[in-house]
């Protein structure tokens, strides 16, 4: 049977979108999912999402990485997803939706900029070369030279395997600054298991590493990724971190249909 599916991207970071308010999805078929996000037999994406029904909020999101598996927190499938449930008339500017890290406010302008709240992070590791923190999805953060030449598949894909993080890995964030409030990151993203065109939690988890170890004293960064350009804003008590909120865009691509 042919099923409906959206694709959006936000920063060149791309997701398939799909209406699961009927339960229409094999949501435990792995395979599936790799199968649909593999960018020569599928329909091609960093992932899947699932917009779903949600008691306490006006939608739930559900987030699986392009090797299948459900994962932590997406912060440009939040993005996305918000976009998406505007598109189908669930909501007008305002968002509220559960995600696997709990309860996130979003909104959306004419333009389709959307504003996303992350979670509040409430520690930061820092470490002599690296540092780590948890935006809802874990991220190492390291400062590199040479930025656009950067083995970031290659180095990345060792520190996400190297005995650092364990069983469940690290995405990885390659940096350099290019202004007092500015910096331009390329991601490895575990799970796609290759370097994306953006991250959001990953420029959120940049941003917050930037300020604690004291390379600028915004509290509004902006992120600069291959795929376009993020900023992140945030309110700060020495390694704590509230009001943190992801902005950029967020586009519809195209409309199919496919069989599952
Ligand atoms: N692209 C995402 C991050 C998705 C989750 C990540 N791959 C993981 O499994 O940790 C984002 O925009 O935040």
Redesign the pocket.
């Known amino acids: 049977m042919l099923h409906t599916f959206y694709k959006y991207q ?1 920063t060149g ?1 791309d997701f398939i979108l799909v209406d699961n308010r009927n339960n229409i999805f094999p949501k435990n078929d792995t395979k599936l999912v790799k199968f649909l996000c593999d960018r020569r037999f599928g329909i091609g994406a ?2 899947l999402i699932l917009l779903e029904n949600a008691g306490d909020a006006d939608f739930s999101m559900v ?1 699986y ?1 392009s090797d299948g ?1 459900e ?9 996305c997803i918000t976009a998406f449930a505007r598109d189908l008339g669930i909501i007008d500017e305002d968002a509220n939706f559960a995600a696997v890290d709990g309860l996130h406010h979003a909104t959306i302008d004419d333009n389709g900029i959307v504003s996303l709240q992350m979670k509040d992070v409430h520690t930061v590791s820092v470490y002599e070369d690296y540092v780590f923190l948890d ?5 190492h953060v390291e400062m590199v030279e040479n930025l656009p030449s950067f083995d970031v598949k290659g180095v990345g894909g060792q520190i996400r395997y190297s005995g650092l993080y364990g069983d469940k ?3 990885v964030n390659f940096v350099s600054q290019t202004g007092t409030d500015k910096f331009s990151v390329r ?1 490895y ?4 298991e290759d370097e ?1 065109l ?7 988890a940049v941003a917050l590493a930037m300020k604690v170890t004291g390379r600028t004293d915004s509290d509004k960064v902006t992120l600069e990724t291959p795929g376009g350009e993020l900023s992140v804003s945030f309110l700060q008590d020495g390694k704590q971190f509230t009001n943190i909120f ?1 902005t950029g865009p967020a586009r519809f691509v195209f409309k199919g249909k496919t069989a599952w």
């Open positions: 936000g970071n960093d992932g987030y990485n598996n994962s932590s927190m997406c912060g440009n499938g939040g993005r935006t809802g999805s874990p991220h890995g690290s995405n991601t993203e575990r799970g796609v994306t953006s991250c959001g939690t990953g420029v959120t992801l």
